[in-house]
């Protein structure tokens, strides 16, 4: 039994440091990553424009949550679909809150400039793929931090078998 407490110990102790290290460490990139995104995505004054890749999601935030018209025009001077969000998103970007209230994939590779109408203030484009990846770690930390409690647990029967 005092084997088993051993391995049981030891294992549940790196589960629980793995757990914690990674839930903790998945917090906090996703705040410094998620503000990352905000502050270094393209925006202007009801319009933007941004540099992109075929295929390539893109969502349009703005300071008001006001369902607004807004248009893609691609590098080949086509207009792209700017559908409106099939869900709500937001969040607080530098004392501002933030809404989702557009989303458009890419045709071509190249520029697309974006505008919207009835003026929402200032908008931002963020491509999807980083956005999302952002809120996955927000999303898993909180798992990872209640299996840290219940490995934590496993670590402490192990502990207790051990020195029995």
Request: charged share 15%; hydrophobic share 50%; glycine share 12%.
């Amino acid at each position: 039994m005092r084997k088993f407490g051993k391995i049981l110990f030891i294992g549940g102790l790196i589960l629980t440091i793995a757990a914690l290290a990674f839930g903790i460490g998945g917090i906090v990139y996703a705040v410094q990553s998620g503000v990352g995104v905000v502050r270094d995505s393209p925006s202007g004054d009801a319009a933007a424009t941004v540099q992109a890749e075929d295929g390539e999601q893109w969502y349009v935030f703005a300071e008001t949550p006001t369902l607004a018209e807004c248009t893609a025009t691609g590098p080949d001077g086509v207009t792209v679909e700017v559908n409106r969000p099939g869900s709500s998103m937001s969040f607080d970007f530098d004392n501002t809150k933030v809404y989702r209230v557009g989303e458009f994939t890419t045709e071509a590779a190249g520029e697309y400039a974006i505008t919207c109408a009835p003026d929402i203030g200032t908008i931002r484009l963020v491509e999807a793929d980083r956005i999302n990846g952002t809120f996955t770690w927000l999303i898993a930390a909180p798992f990872l931090i209640v299996f840290s409690i219940f490995s934590g647990l496993a670590t402490l029967l192990g502990l207790i078998l051990w020195l029995i």
